[in-house]
């Protein structure tokens, strides 16, 4: 399922435990964690609630109810949500900077801590890809090209690489 917050967290939350009490034999839940470098300002756009303490909440009510939680499909793209890019704004291996890998690698650490303190809880984090050379999210018609993963387009690790593993 995909990251929920709110009514639909509270309603997946609702459906779980009505399952769970009629002995659907439900084991745990996974929250997709397509990220950006930082949520938006747009307060109409999903990926407004991406902040650490929300996610927390998510893996406190699912857990809750004596489900494991995974994170899946986890990346963090360099793109934020209600910005509106164009071919002269895209990102490229070029203008990806070192103070851009700095803030991704950020990033990366402060939900590895978030992972790291629910570790009794969480039994897996699935990233969505390896290397930044083949991601869904450089596959858009627009040809715009996202580097959201812990090793670039050359299979070198990255900063956010150093972050998840620096514990």
Not at 28 to 54: F, K, R, Y
């Amino acid at each position: 399922m995909r990251y929920a917050r709110g009514a639909k967290q509270q309603g997946i939350y609702n459906m779980l435990k009505g399952l769970l009490d009629q002995g659907v034999p439900v084991h745990g839940v996974g929250l997709q964690s397509h990220l950006n470098i930082e949520p938006p300002t747009v307060t109409t756009n999903q990926a407004v609630h991406q902040h650490v303490a929300n996610l927390e909440e998510a893996i406190e009510l699912y857990s809750s109810l004596g489900l494991e939680v995974q994170v899946t499909e986890l990346d963090i793209s360099l793109y934020i949500p209600g910005v509106t890019y164009n071919p002269s704004t895209f990102y490229t291996a070029a203008t990806f900077t070192d103070d851009l890998k700095a803030t991704q690698a950020a990033r990366y650490r402060e939900f590895f801590e978030l992972f790291r303190r629910h570790r009794s809880v969480i039994t897996g984090v699935t990233f969505w890809g390896i290397a930044d050379d083949n991601t869904w999210l450089s596959e858009s018609s627009s040809g715009r090209k996202d580097f959201p993963l812990l090793f670039d387009v050359d299979h070198d690790p990255k900063p956010a690489l150093d972050a998840v593993m620096d514990f």
